[in-house]
C-alpha cells in the first residue's frame, strides 16, 4: 500500500501511499485496477497507485454520508482549529510535498512547487480563520410582527474533481472551504497527478479530522469522477478543469438528482497593452502569464494585444525577456532552480499544444518563434516557449484553449477595436490590462466580460478576492468568503410574533 521514493535532488525519500483513503484508511480498489503516474521530465515511471471503481465512489460517498451529522455539527470554531492544525503540518511537510508536486507534475520546484505550497498553507490558515466568521447568517426584522433568520447550513456529501496543473493547490481550493462549512468530501484527484494528495491524506488525519469526512478517490474521470457526479446521495459537485467535462458534468449532475454544481473551466484570457504601459512591467507580467506553469494556466492570458504604436517595441522586448528569464534550464530538470519552464503534464497535452503550433506555421503561415530547446535525447514532454506574432483574430490559436507555453500576439488600433476583440470569445475566466490612465483601466475593467481583472499586473490571484468565470468558463466563485459559501445553503426562517 505504500512505496519508498527518493527524490535525491532535495534529498528526500518518503513513504508514498498507493490506495484509496476512504474513512482515515488506505485501501486497494475493489477490482485492484492501477493507474501509473509518469514522471513529465523524464516519461519514467514513478508508482502505479489503484484507481477507484464505481463501487469504490460508492463506499466513499457512504463513508462521507455516515460522517456528517457528527461533523457537520462540530461547532465553526473546532473546525478552525482543526484547520489551523493542518496548516501547520502542510508547513512542516512543504518541501517534501512541493518535491511531490514537482516529480509528479513536472512544475519547476523552487519557481513554481514552492509558490503553490506557500499559496496553499496561507489558504488553510485563511479558511481555518475564516469557519466561525463566513458561518453567520442574517437577522432581518420584517416588521412589527415579524423578523426572520437565515442559516447558512452544509450541503451534506461533497464530490470534487479536480485537475493536474496544479494538484494540491486546486484540491486546496475545494476542500478547505468545504470542510470550514460543515460539509464532508469525496474528491478525486486526476489521473495524472494523485501523489501529492494522497500523501497529503496522512496530514489531514494527523491533523484529527475523523473517519469520513475527507475521502480521496485517485481514478479514472470517466468511471470514477462520472460516478461522483452522478451520484444520488451527493448533495453538490465541484469541478475544475475543461469546459467540455463541465459540461458533461452538469448534465450527470442535473439527470442524477439536480445537485449543486460549481465549475471552473477553461479560459482565454486576454491581455491588452495600451500605449501609455509601461512596457517593461507589460512584458515582465504577460510573459509570466503565459509561460508560468508552462502555460498550463485556466487564467493563462494566452491572447496578448499590443497597441499598433508599441508593438513593435513592445515585440522586441518580449523576446529579449523570455530568452533570459523562461527557459528550461541547462540539464532541463525541473528541480534545478534555473528551470522555470518545466515539462507540460504528458504526452497528449505535449502533442495537443504541438499540432497547435504546427497548425499555425503550416495551415495559417503565422510567424513563430520558438526559444530554446530541450537537449538531445531528453523524453520530457518539454516545448519551449513559443511566441506567434500577428495572429488575425479568426485564428484557431485565437480561438482555443491551448493549455501550453505558447504566447500569441497581436496588434490593435484603439479603445474601441480592442475591447470588441477582447470580448469575441466563448470564455470569460480573466483579463489583464495595461494602462497609466486610471480612467481607462476603469472603463475597461467594467466593459470586459470576465470574472477577474488585472490592471497593471496578470495571473496575481490572491486567497480572499473571488475567483471564477462569466460565460463558459465557468459557474461559481471560490477562493474568500465565495470559498465558503459556495459550500453553504441558505435557510430562510420565518418568525411570526403576532397573535390572532
Ligand atoms: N481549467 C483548468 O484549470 C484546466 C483546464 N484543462 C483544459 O482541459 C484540456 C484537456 O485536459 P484534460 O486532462 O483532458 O482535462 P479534463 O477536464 O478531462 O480533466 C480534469 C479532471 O476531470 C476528470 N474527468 C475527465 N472526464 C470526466 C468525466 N467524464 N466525468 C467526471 N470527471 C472527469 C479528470 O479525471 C480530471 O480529474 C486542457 O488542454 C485544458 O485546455 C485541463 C486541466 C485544468
Ligand atoms: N491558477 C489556478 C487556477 C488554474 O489555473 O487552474
Not at 473546532?78 to 492544525?85: A, N, P, S
Not at 522586448?317 to 541547462?330: L, P, Q
Amino acid at each position: 500500500m505504500f512505496k519508498n521514493i527518493v527524490i535525491a535532488k532535495v534529498d528526500k525519500s518518503y513513504e508514498q501511499p498507493l490506495g484509496l483513503f476512504i474513512d482515515n484508511e488506505f485501501i486497494k480498489s475493489r477490482d485492484e485496477a492501477t493507474i501509473e503516474s509518469l514522471n513529465p521530465s523524464t516519461g519514467e515511471k514513478i508508482a502505479s497507485f489503484y484507481a477507484a471503481s464505481e463501487a469504490d465512489v460508492d463506499a466513499a460517498v457512504a463513508a462521507a454520508r455516515r460522517a456528517f451529522p457528527s461533523w457537520s455539527h462540530t461547532s465553526p470554531e473546532e473546525r478552525g482549529i482543526l484547520l489551523r492544525k493542518l496548516g501547520d503540518l502542510i508547513e512542516q511537510e512543504k518541501e517534501l510535498l512541493a518535491a511531490i508536486e514537482t516529480l509528479d507534475s513536472g512544475k519547476p520546484y523552487k519557481s513554481n512547487a514552492l509558490g503553490d505550497l506557500d499559496q496553499i498553507i496561507s489558504l488553510t490558515r485563511y479558511f481555518a480563520g475564516a469557519a466561525d466568521k463566513f458561518s453567520k447568517g442574517e437577522y432581518i426584522p420584517v416588521n412589527k410582527d415579524k423578523y426572520a433568520l437565515t442559516l447558512k447550513e452544509p450541503y451534506g456529501v461533497v464530490g470534487q474533481v479536480v485537475p493536474w496543473n496544479y494538484p494540491l493547490a486546486m484540491a486546496s481550493w475545494k476542500i478547505q472551504g468545504c470542510l470550514a462549512a460543515g460539509n464532508t468530501i469525496v474528491i478525486k484527484p486526476a489521473e495524472n497527478t494523485s501523489l501529492s494528495l494522497l500523501y497529503a491524506a496522512q496530514l489531514f488525519k494527523k491533523a484529527g479530522f475523523p473517519p469520513g469526512v475527507v475521502n480521496i478517490i485517485p481514478g479514472h474521470g470517466g468511471i470514477a469522477g462520472s460516478r461522483l457526479a452522478s451520484h444520488p446521495d451527493v448533495d453538490k459537485i465541484a469541478f475544475t478543469g475543461s469546459t467540455a467535462v463541465g459540461q458533461k458534468i452538469m448534465s450527470l449532475a442535473a439527470l442524477s438528482n439536480l445537485k449543486a454544481v460549481t465549475l471552473e473551466c477553461g479560459g482565454k484570457s486576454p491581455a491588452v497593452i495600451f500605449d501609455d504601459a509601461s512596457i517593461e512591467e507589460a512584458v515582465k507580467w504577460t510573459s509570466m502569464g503565459i509561460f508560468y506553469n508552462s502555460g498550463q494556466n485556466c487564467t493563462a492570458n494566452s491572447r496578448i494585444y499590443v497597441q499598433e504604436s508599441i508593438y513593435e517595441e513592445f515585440l522586441s522586448r518580449f523576446i529579449k525577456h523570455v530568452t533570459t528569464n523562461w527557459t528550461f534550464g541547462e540539464a532541463a530538470d525541473p528541480f534545478d532552480n534555473e528551470c522555470t519552464v518545466g515539462p507540460v503534464i504528458s504526452k497528449t497535452q505535449y502533442d495537443r499544444i504541438q499540432s497547435y503550433i504546427e497548425h499555425a506555421q503550416k495551415n495559417e503561415n503565422l510567424k513563430t518563434t520558438q526559444i530554446g530547446a530541450a537537449a538531445p535525447g531528453c523524453n520530457g514532454f518539454f516545448i519551449p516557449p513559443t511566441i506567434v506574432t500577428d495572429v488575425p483574430q479568426d485564428s484557431k490559436l485565437m480561438k482555443e484553449e491551448i493549455f501550453g507555453p505558447v504566447a500569441v500576439i497581436s496588434r490593435f488600433r484603439d479603445y474601441g477595436e480592442v475591447i470588441k476583440l477582447a470580448n469575441d470569445t466563448n470564455y470569460g475566466l480573466a483579463a489583464a490590462v495595461f494602462t497609466e490612465s486610471i480612467r481607462q483601466a476603469n472603463r475597461f475593467a467594467h466593459d470586459i466580460k470576465a470574472g477577474t481583472v488585472w490592471v497593471n499586473s496578470s495571473n496575481d490571484e490572491e486567497i480572499s478576492v473571488p475567483f471564477g468565470g462569466y460565460k463558459m468558463s465557468g459557474i461559481g466563485r471560490e477562493l474568500g468568503q465565495s470559498g465558503m459559501d459556495a459550500y453553504t445553503q441558505t435557510k430562510g426562517i420565518h418568525v411570526n410574533m403576532a397573535k390572532l
